[in-house]
C-alpha cells in the first residue's frame, strides 16, 4: 500500500528551523518528483520546493528564497524540508506530494498521491 507520511512539525519562536521529513512506503523514490507545498489558514494550497529524479531542486516561492532547502535519500525513500530563519508567515500545514513523473511542476493538481500534512506553527 502506497503512502507518503510526512514528520517534524511544531511550534518554533521566529528565526528558529525545523526540519520535515517525508517517508514513502510501498514504492521507491528513484524516479520520481517530491513536492513541498503548504496552505495557511483561508490561503490556497501553494508549492514551495520541489525535488526531482536527478536530484535538482526548484524553488517555486519567492518567499523562501535562501531560507528552506529541499533534499533527497532514495536509500531512505525519504525527502526533507529544511527551514532556517522561519517567520511567522511561514505558519501553514506543510503537505509532500509526489507524481509518476521524472519533472517538478508547481501544480498540485498533477501530484496524485499526498500524505497527511504537518503543522508548522511560528509564533513567539
Known amino acids: 500500500q502506497l503512502q507518503l507520511v510526512e514528520s517534524g512539525g511544531g511550534l518554533v519562536q521566529p528565526g528558529g528551523s525545523l526540519k520535515l521529513s517525508c517517508v514513502l512506503s510501498?514504492?521507491?523514490?528513484?524516479?520520481?518528483?517530491v513536492g513541498w507545498f503548504r496552505q495557511a489558514p483561508g490561503k490556497e494550497r501553494e508549492a514551495v520546493l520541489c525535488?526531482?529524479?536527478?536530484?535538482?531542486?526548484?524553488n517555486y516561492a519567492d518567499s523562501v528564497k535562501g531560507r528552506f532547502t529541499i533534499s533527497r535519500d532514495n536509500a531512505k525513500n525519504t525527502v526533507y524540508l529544511e527551514m532556517n530563519s522561519l517567520k511567522p508567515e511561514d505558519t501553514a500545514v506543510y503537505y509532500c506530494a509526489i507524481r509518476w513523473d521524472n519533472y517538478c511542476s508547481s501544480l498540485a493538481s498533477v501530484y496524485p498521491y499526498w500524505g497527511q500534512g504537518t503543522q508548522v506553527t511560528v509564533s513567539s
Open positions: 510501498g514504492r521507491t523514490l528513484d524516479s520520481y518528483a
Open positions: 525535488s526531482s529524479y536527478s536530484f535538482s531542486s526548484t
